[in-house]
């Protein structure tokens, strides 16, 4: 007997990269899910943004079901099992295992409808007829052509320079193999074995077991309220904690205006500072601080109290918190590393889904066979322990207003991410925007090395901020960032919508809604 299933066709996608929102959008135009559109868009943006991701990359991913159920996948790399005593100066040293193969398999295969070999098509397909460089990548890859020359990055260089148009046909065929094996296609078997060989050939110390024993894992899932609605991300492993206790923190304090304010980039800063202040580590190398919270600490309710108390009184006081992140001889970290993609299906089903391999180009080297970006192991440089898994700045979220998905977002930018996806949420919660106004108005952030505010927000901004933070450092239009971030949702009027954000390549589609009758068909026996 065939039993006929109606699909419905539409949502929106987000991503870094105009080729990675057409591959998830072609998804959603094959009645695929928000899972077959991330994983499509996610398998593409390794060929089309090589200098944030890679297959044998990271990611962190948060998404609502249909149903209204939510699920983390912690698709986190990890330190090889065998090290020896002191680690060697090879440029693949510090490789990481990959996870991001077994996450989008997961993601994949439980929450999917399209098959993986049609979800991996339009990334193979790219990988083997190419594409030129967009403005942003060919910067990213102009300033690094030296480093990937040094390190030997072969099939990312043309002529020992960045490639006026790129293209990968050995990576099309591991993408092809991946849409017909799944993960193991990668992590195991032969390819296992000659790609562990291609990083130890590089310095690394890579084990064909290795690749095939780091599992996705079910990711730690917190909830918090802000205002009306319901924010969801991921726990230790992608530093929630911290975004949640942002945000709870201005929860208890008043909304914010139809636009940014000094006296309201004062309550952001201090609430940012404040919050990087309590984490147990530092920022930027993530290594164990003093004086730091539990991560369960900070998000407890009297603590976040206890602390939006203390803001509400030195903001009426006019006194900063110091000491927590100043440093004012450096400058500004601005790298727009890692990357971000949301996809919505017409179901109502989310991804939020964060990729990352370190810095851009990762190690700036390939393994010696097939000329892929290993990411680079932060953790190898600090607290080498065999086999522990990296735990990195993404912080994928998803905003529901009742059962409405208000917004499915994330961030590249390092420490950046969390305050940049904070001061995203406010503006559509609190000030009403639309998804593309509140990716287009001014920040405020923090970074290891001080206070940023972006010059469009005007000189009553820069000044009140000036009087508090006097090392203000100035983030231009167009030649640098404070969070690159990526975000779909709803609109008003319960229509899929999204936006792209303009410090990088990134681009957006929305799907109009409609049902494809009798197109999906099953026997049953």
């Not at 990213?140 to 480093?147: I, Y």
């Not at 609190?430 to 509140?438: C, K, P, Q, V, Y």
């Amino acid at each position: 007997m065939l039993n006929v299933h109606p699909i419905a066709r539409g949502g929106a996608v987000a991503t870094g990269s105009p080729w990675a929102t057409e591959a998830g959008t072609e998804m959603l135009r094959q009645g695929g899910t928000a899972a077959d559109a991330a994983a499509a868009a996610a398998l593409a943006i390794c060929v089309a943004d090589p200098a944030n991701a890679s297959i044998i990359g990271r990611c962190q991913i948060v998404l609502r079901t249909r149903e209204g159920r939510f699920t983390a996948i912690d698709g986190a790399s990890a330190i090889p099992s065998c090290l020896p005593e002191t680690l060697g100066t090879g440029p693949l040293a510090c490789a990481a295992i990959p996870c991001l193969p077994q996450a989008l398999e997961k993601l994949h295969a439980e929450h999917g409808r399209l098959p993986l070999a049609v979800v991996a098509a339009p990334a193979a397909r790219l990988a083997e007829d190419g594409f030129i460089p967009p403005r942003h990548l060919a910067a990213a890859w102009a300033q690094n052509a030296d480093a990937l020359a040094k390190g030997g990055a072969g099939p990312y260089l043309d002529h020992a320079g960045p490639p006026a148009r790129f293209n990968h046909c050995r990576l099309a065929t591991l993408l092809r193999a991946f849409g017909e094996r799944g993960a193991a296609a990668i992590t195991s078997g032969e390819t296992a074995r000659i790609l562990a060989e291609g990083v130890r050939a590089r310095g690394g110390y890579w084990r064909a077991e290795d690749l095939a024993a780091n599992a996705a894992l079910d990711g730690d899932v917190l909830h918090a309220r802000f205002r009306d609605c319901q924010v969801t991300t991921i726990g230790r492993q992608g530093w929630g904690h911290t975004l949640i206790q942002m945000l709870s923190i201005l929860d208890r304090l008043p909304p914010f205006g139809d636009s940014l304010t000094g006296a309201e980039a004062c309550r952001l800063v201090d609430v940012i500072e404040t919050c990087f202040g309590d984490r147990p580590q530092r920022l930027g190398s993530l290594e164990p601080k003093p004086g730091g919270y539990a991560l369960e600490a900070l998000i407890a309710p009297d603590f976040v109290a206890a602390r939006a108390a203390e803001i509400a009184r030195r903001l009426a006081e006019d006194t900063p918190a110091v000491g927590l992140t100043k440093a004012p001889t450096a400058k500004m970290i601005r790298d727009k590393d890692t990357t971000h993609l949301s996809t919505l299906d017409a179901e109502g089903a989310t991804v939020s889904m964060t990729m990352s391999i370190g810095p851009h180009f990762g190690l700036r080297a390939t393994d010696a066979t097939f000329g892929l970006l290993p990411a680079k192991s932060y953790r190898m440089t600090r607290d080498p322990v065999p086999g522990a898994r990296d735990v990195t700045e993404m912080s994928p979220v998803i905003v529901m207003r009742g059962n409405r998905v208000l917004l499915s977002v994330g961030a590249a930018g390092s420490e950046l991410i969390p305050g940049a996806i904070v001061q995203v949420i406010v503006n559509v919660v609190d000030r009403g925007f639309s998804l593309a106004e509140s990716l287009r108005a001014p920040r405020v952030n923090v970074s290891q090395s001080g206070v940023g505010i972006q010059v469009e927000v005007g000189a009553e901004v820069i000044g009140t901020l000036r009087a508090r933070w006097p090392d203000l450092e100035m983030s231009g239009e167009g030649s640098d960032h404070l969070g690159v971030v990526q975000a779909v949702g709803h609109n008003a009027d319960g229509l899929p919508d999204g936006a792209a954000d303009e410090a990088w390549d990134g681009s957006w589609v929305a799907v109009a809604p409609s049902a494809l009758e009798a197109s999906e068909a099953s026997v049953a026996s």
